[in-house]
């Protein structure tokens, strides 16, 4: 039953983001803990903060290194970053992986980093295609 002033809509928006989270976490076994959906828009937020803390960088600091890699970014901006508030595009990941001098993927979450290994590890495994002429 749909309460008063909620839409059908409404109703079936919840019940389709709810289905994603529970997906994610059947067939990748990615804890309801580390799932992002609870991380705001963005997975590295949490990362950013401590390799900033690591590196006994403020705000204004990581900011002013992040604009002589190229990107717009504020402080408030890093502020929301950290915070999970803003989404994080290509070209922040990339500032964010210079500034801290780290692999692109130690600004994920470890279930990602994980996740990432596993399916390396599967590639990895994976007989090599053979390499023949292609029919035309």
């Known amino acids: 039953m749909v309460k008063s002033g909620a839409t059908q809509l409404d109703k079936h928006s919840s019940t389709k983001n709810a289905a994603p989270n529970s997906q994610c976490v059947r067939e990748w076994g990615i804890p309801e803990s580390e799932?992002?959906?609870?991380?705001?828009?963005?997975l590295i937020g949490r990362a950013i903060v401590r390799l900033r803390f690591e590196r006994g960088w403020t705000q204004e600091i990581l900011?002013?290194?992040?604009?002589c890699q190229g990107a717009n970014v504020s402080r408030d901006m890093v502020v929301n970053m950290e915070l999970g508030r803003t989404q994080i595009t290509d070209r922040h990941i990339s500032a964010f992986q210079k500034v801290f001098g780290v692999h692109v993927i130690e600004l994920f979450p470890k279930a990602v980093q994980e996740l990432d290994e596993k399916l390396a590890s599967r590639e990895a495994a994976r007989p090599a295609k053979p390499r023949g002429h292609r029919k035309r």
Not at 63 to 67: F, M, T
């Open 35 to 42: 799932n992002h959906s609870s991380r705001g828009v963005n």
């Open 63 to 67: 900011a002013a290194r992040l604009q």
